[in-house]
């Protein structure tokens, strides 16, 4: 899978995949950002924690530069549940919303078969895989005459 198709995913993708590809790492660069921003002298932690004051701007870049793949990762896990990426919106509800959209896309089971957004993901072919064509039947045989 090359950069772009990780940046605006489409289709259907498990749970396993939304931690490891998206969740895991954008928290892992969201707190590196949060770090430098830290160290740099842009903002501070008490001042963050007590609402004085946002992010600093490294912060800002980072969450700008994930939003998209985010938002597409996100949008593909509700897929995978059958549900349309209207859902995303409920994250907007403050505290209720986050929670139940972490619960939704993280934690949820995706649905079994097919749905209206295509096959489930262990039987999607992977990226740069070309599907493997059922073989041909074999020719029907005369019987043995002996």
Known sequence: MDFWQWYVRR??????TWWLQYALPIGV???????ADVALGNS???SIATGETGYG???TTIGLLAAPASISSGATRLHDRGM???WLLIGLVPLF???ALLVITGFLRGDGG???Y???PSAAPTVGQQPQPEPAPEPERPPYWG
């Not at 289709?11 to 396993?16: E, F, H, L, M, P």
């Not at 660069?29 to 770090?35: G, I, K, N, P, Y």
């Open 29 to 35: 660069l969201s707190v590196l950002a949060l770090m």
């Open 57 to 59: 701007p490294i912060v």
């Open 84 to 86: 349309s990426a209207w």
């Open 44 to 46: 501070s932690l008490e």
């Open 118 to 120: 295509g096959p489930p």
């Open 114 to 116: 097919p749905n209206r």
């Open 11 to 16: 289709g259907r993708i498990d749970r396993s």
């Open 97 to 99: 919303g986050q929670v």
